[in-house]
């Protein structure tokens, strides 16, 4: 009954990755392969990389499917303290600027986002050190405060390239990974206040975020400038009814919608899949989402439920990100679909993700 009970578990969420994983490379496609041709002269450009970057996320993720969780407790640290230096390496030389923000390390012929390997270290050092400090947690210098060390830096690094957005996104997940594990909530209080107040005020200060805020808050006063993207993504998913135009019949794709395959991935989805499209979609990560839940609820130890737990919020918290943007409910921010759009470190990190989840599934105990 147990065994039957693990395999339902452990292949669901298998099952629902690949699923994912697959339409995003059909969409990839669809929603690139005209502008690639224009660009690159190449119809399958990003198509080629998605699959390259596919098959390493699959190897990492089977690798970690089979090795046991608990080791990379041992990790924690040493990751997260490289993914801070990966950070430090973008205002160098090995840099890659691109549309003015420093996001991207060049690997050889290949660009890599420290910041998607920083979540992940994130999740990682919380869930370890939360489960190591369990009596300690309600105290503010042994429980609190350590984690809130190496936060500071992260999102300080995140926030210089800039990506007022991921930070606000790591900032989400440490403070939903502390209240999940018992932190009292006048310490979350009083860091979400601050966070709030700092964000508030760089919002203020700059005037490219002012626009995206004022934006969104009427896009059609300036469709044709700051509301461009927006108002496109709108007209993507209006135009694409209850079944869509059909896949590959896009035409705000034409170079009207600006990151067509990556950061409004959704609004194309909209358009030539329609509602249907959109709901098929939306199952399938909700069922991913159900999937967490279950081995984070039913696993062994609080190390695992943590981490299992941290992982569910990622993937969940940026697809409601991704999606939210694409249908004007949140202020314009690139926040690739997780195993859907374009992008190989966003990717790769996530099925790493995904494989440490599968571990944590094959390990649950029976709940009587």
Same mark, same amino acid.
């Given at each position: 009954?147990?065994?039957?009970?693990?395999?339902?578990?452990?292949?669901?969420?298998?099952?629902?990755?690949?699923?994912?994983?697959?339409?995003?490379?059909?969409?990839?496609?669809?929603?690139?392969? =005209?502008?690639?041709?224009?660009?690159?002269?190449?119809?399958?450009?990003?198509?080629?990389?998605?699959?390259?970057?596919?098959? *390493?996320?699959?190897?990492?993720?089977?690798?970690?499917?089979?090795?046991?969780?608990?080791?990379?407790?041992?990790?924690?640290?040493?990751? &997260? &303290?490289?993914?801070?230096?990966?950070?430090?390496?973008?205002?160098?030389?090995?840099?890659?600027?691109?549309?003015?923000?420093?996001?991207?390390?060049?690997?050889?012929?290949?660009?890599?986002?420290?910041?998607?390997?920083?979540?992940?270290?994130?999740?990682?050092?919380?869930?370890?050190?939360?489960?190591?400090?369990?009596?300690?947690?309600?105290?503010?210098?042994?429980?609190?405060?350590?984690?809130?060390?190496?936060?500071?830096?992260?999102?300080?690094?995140?926030?210089?390239?800039?990506?007022?957005?991921?930070? =606000?996104? =790591?900032?989400?997940?440490? &403070? =939903?990974?502390?209240?999940?594990?018992?932190?009292?909530?006048?310490?979350?209080?009083?860091?979400? &206040?601050?966070?709030?107040?700092?964000?508030?005020?760089?919002?203020?200060?700059?005037?490219?975020?002012?626009?995206?805020?004022?934006?969104?808050?009427?896009?059609?006063?300036?469709?044709?400038?700051?509301?461009?993207?927006?108002?496109?993504?709108?007209?993507?998913?209006?135009?694409?009814?209850?079944?869509?135009?059909?896949?590959?019949?896009?035409?705000?794709?034409?170079?009207?919608?600006?990151?067509?395959?990556?950061?409004?991935?959704?609004?194309?989805?909209?358009?030539?899949?329609?509602?249907?499209?959109?709901?098929?979609?939306?199952?399938?990560?909700?069922?991913?989402?159900?999937?967490?839940?279950?081995?984070?609820?039913?696993?062994?130890?609080?190390?695992?439920?943590?981490?299992?737990?941290? *992982?569910?919020?990622?993937?969940?918290?940026?697809?409601?990100?991704?999606?939210?943007?694409?249908?004007?409910?949140?202020?314009?921010?690139g926040t690739p679909l997780p195993f859907v759009s374009y992008g190989g470190s966003a990717l790769v990190i996530s099925l790493i993700a995904v494989g440490i989840l599968l571990n944590i599934s094959k390990q649950l105990e029976e709940k009587i």
């Open positions: 009954m147990y065994l039957r009970k693990q395999f339902r578990i452990y292949h669901n969420l298998l099952l629902v990755t690949i699923l994912l994983v697959g339409f995003g490379i059909i969409m990839v496609y669809s929603a690139s392969g =005209i502008f690639s041709g224009e660009r690159f002269q190449d119809p399958f450009h990003f198509l080629k990389r998605e699959i390259i970057w596919t098959l *390493i996320g699959f190897s990492f993720l089977f690798l970690l499917s089979r090795f046991d969780y608990h080791r990379l407790a041992k990790f924690s640290k040493p990751l &997260l &303290l490289f993914s801070i230096l990966l950070l430090v390496l973008l205002f160098t030389r090995l840099g890659v600027s691109v549309k003015g923000a420093q996001r991207w390390l060049r690997i050889g012929p290949l660009n890599f986002q420290p910041s998607e390997l920083a979540k992940l270290a994130i999740i990682l050092y919380l869930a370890e050190f939360l489960s190591r400090k369990r009596k300690e947690i309600g105290r503010f210098t042994q429980g609190f405060l350590p984690p809130l060390i190496f936060l500071a830096p992260i999102v300080l690094l995140i926030l210089l390239e800039p990506d007022l957005g991921t930070a =606000i996104l =790591i900032l989400m997940l440490f &403070l =939903i990974i502390l209240f999940v594990s018992g932190v009292k909530l006048s310490y979350l209080a009083s860091l979400f &206040l601050l966070g709030l107040s700092i964000f508030s005020f760089l919002i203020y200060r700059s005037p490219y975020q002012k626009a995206r805020l004022l934006t969104f808050l009427h896009p059609w006063a300036d469709s044709q400038g700051a509301g461009y993207q927006i108002t496109q993504s709108l007209i993507a998913l209006g135009s694409g009814g209850i079944f869509g135009r059909g896949l590959g019949q896009s035409r705000q794709k034409l170079f009207f919608l600006p990151e067509a395959h990556t950061d409004f991935i959704f609004s194309i989805i909209g358009e030539e899949l329609g509602i249907l499209g959109t709901l098929f979609l939306l199952s399938l990560f909700a069922l991913f989402i159900y999937q967490g839940r279950r081995i984070a609820k039913n696993s062994k130890d609080d190390f695992g439920h943590l981490l299992a737990t941290g *992982i569910t919020l990622l993937i969940g918290l940026e697809a409601i990100l991704h999606i939210g943007v694409a249908i004007g409910f949140f202020p314009t921010k």
